[in-house]
């Protein structure tokens, strides 16, 4: 259900805020059109109270003209009633009428048989009551303020005032919106230029609260910061681990010229082609790492028998296996084909074999199992080594990684093995794990889809 909520995603933000505020806006509209356009109502006034007001107007029949006659009312009844001559159809007395008040409608209660009830917005007036003055014939109308209605009646306020009031609640409407927009929107901005400064451990900790897009936004960049943190701390890694194992051979290869300059002899030499050897091998292992990492190298699938390949690796490998009195065994099904680079996959798994017959001790079995788990295939390599830490079993595809004094540079690996397998496997869309399998030992799962 909460997929279902707008208010885990930008876009039913905006929607609903934008839709209140045009709700507000034409709800106010509305109102003030109603306001504007307030119909005049006439109604028949009740002949009891007809009654009690055409006697009162029958009291000022004394009276000698007109002008008395308002000054009578005005001291008895101030703005209460109008007085209207019924030829000029003119209204004779003080009290005022509102500006927005048409006169012709006293014309309409005037030409009703019997005294009728007019409702104009906050008035009302209840005439007319004919009266006879000398040669004046005169119309009566009373006139009563309407009791104020709350003050949520709208329809009543001023019409300055509902555009006021229609206008300050879309403009705070808005305004929240637009800080719920640009408040998380600053934050990334600050957190981004700080992160391009080289402040690598800034992440965005208000905007990953939120649940819609911006949220997601935030949590994007964490990710992406933390990524990009790791890659450079493994390059600066990677550049310290490159330099100290190509120093070493160099560092051997110069003493044992030194040795050889000075003794005059070439007993040095073998030592120096070996640690050159080891150079070579070191560069030729680094540019493929590199060229992998990079995902410049481009593979050349095609089918071929998985099993044949093992085999062909074991039997070239053979001879280290035999001058430790070591037995590779496989246990493989005939005919596995895949589809994948025969030349990266072989090499990444003669990498495996091979730590796997260097580590083991003498006498021992390297055991390698060939199955098909319905559309991939996992070979798994078992040693009987001195085995791995659990809490390091990730680590050791990392490139130079060292888990132990047992697989130092003194064993002739170049630190590189291992990370090849991982870009090989991976690129080949496979995965590739160590697991332990007792105290010692380790086990290299590589698991590849066939095509």
């Known amino acids: 259900m909460k997929s279902l909520n707008p208010f885990h995603y930008l876009a039913g933000r905006i929607f609903i805020w934008f839709w209140l505020v045009l709700l507000s806006a034409v709800i106010s509209a509305v109102m ?29 029949q004394q009276l000698s003209d007109s002008k008395a006659l308002i000054r009578q009312l005005q001291q008895q009844q101030p703005d209460r009633w109008l007085v209207v001559n019924t030829t000029t159809n003119h209204i004779s007395s003080d009290s005022a009428l509102p500006a927005d008040f048409d006169q012709n409608w006293l014309t309409e209660l005037s030409q009703l048989a019997r005294p009728g009830w007019l409702k104009h917005r906050n008035i009302t007036v209840a005439g007319p009551f004919l009266l006879q003055l000398g040669d004046e014939s005169l119309a009566l109308y009373q006139k009563r303020q309407r009791r104020a209605r709350p003050w949520w009646h709208i329809n009543d306020a001023p019409q300055h005032i509902v555009l006021i009031f229609t206008l300050f609640i879309s403009a705070v409407a808005s305004f929240i919106l637009a800080i719920s927009i640009s408040r998380p929107l600053r934050e990334l901005l600050q957190r981004n230029l700080e992160f391009a400064n080289g402040q690598l451990d800034v992440r965005v900790k208000h905007l990953i609260k939120r649940k819609d897009e911006l949220g997601q936004l935030g949590h994007s960049f964490n990710t992406m910061a933390e990524r990009i943190s790791a890659l450079l701390t493994n390059q600066q890694r990677l550049l310290r681990d490159i330099s100290h194992e190509l120093r070493s051979p160099l560092a051997r290869a110069q003493l044992a010229l030194g040795l050889t300059e000075r003794q005059q002899d070439l007993q040095q030499m073998p030592r120096i082609k070996q640690e050159l050897d080891r150079l070579d091998a070191m560069l030729d292992e680094l ?8 995902g410049q190298y481009q593979l050349q ?38 589809e994948a680079d025969s030349q990266m996959l072989g090499r990444a798994i003669e990498n495996v074999l091979r730590n796997a017959i260097k580590y083991s001790p003498t006498a021992s079995t390297v055991s390698c199992q060939l199955k098909r788990l319905g559309n991939d295939i996992q070979l798994q390599i078992t ?45 080949h869309g496979g995965t590739v794990l160590a697991s332990k399998i007792s105290e010692t030992g380790l086990c290299i799962t590589i698991q590849i889809p066939v095509n």
């Not at 306001?35 to 007001?53: G, K, V």
């Open 383 to 427: 040693d009987q080594g001195p085995g791995i830490e659990a809490h390091l079993l990730t680590a050791i595809f990392e490139p130079f990684y060292r888990v132990s004094d047992s697989r130092t540079s003194n064993t002739g690996g170049t630190g590189l093995g291992l990370a090849i397998v991982a870009k090989i496997i991976r690129q």
């Open 32 to 60: 003030l059109s109603r306001s504007l356009t307030e119909p005049t109502e006439i109604r028949r006034l009740p002949h009891n109270i007809a009654s009690q007001l055409q006697h009162q107007v029958d009291r000022y």
């Open 301 to 338: 699938k095609h089918t071929f028998d998985l099993t044949e390949l093992i085999a062909e690796i074991i039997a070239v490998n053979q001879v280290e296996s035999d001058a430790k009195q070591q037995q590779v065994l496989l246990q493989a099904e005939p005919n596995i084909e895949v």
């Open 287 to 294: 540019l493929t790492y590199s060229k992998l990492d990079a």
